[in-house]
């Protein structure tokens, strides 16, 4: 009976360390990019900020809502924006 525990107890311990050693393994992974492909960090790479004509809200340029001449966080203060120019004229 002693045996049969102390297999069951070995067998635990493995899985648990198997368990352990794939987590690491796949963290470190997911951390380090791959040799073959090349390395395109978001992080390190910058991107142009442009400030809503409306609120005055900075947001990246890729987000930005363009009508030629300003730029808006949203299509609701871009059309907010003309039609307080229209009845201002």
Do not use: W
Not at 44 to 60: K, N
């Amino acid at each position: 009976m002693k045996a049969i525990i102390f297999l069951i107890f070995i067998v635990f311990v493995f899985l648990i360390i198997r368990f352990t050693l794939n987590r690491i393994i796949e963290i470190r992974s997911k951390q380090q990019p791959l040799e073959d492909t090349p390395a395109t960090d978001k992080s390190t790479t910058s991107e142009s900020m442009v400030q809503c004509a409306q609120c005055g809200v900075h947001l990246p340029q890729s987000n930005a809502y363009y009508d030629g001449k300003d730029t808006f966080c949203s299509e609701g203060h871009m059309q907010d924006f003309h039609a307080k120019q229209k009845s201002a004229e």
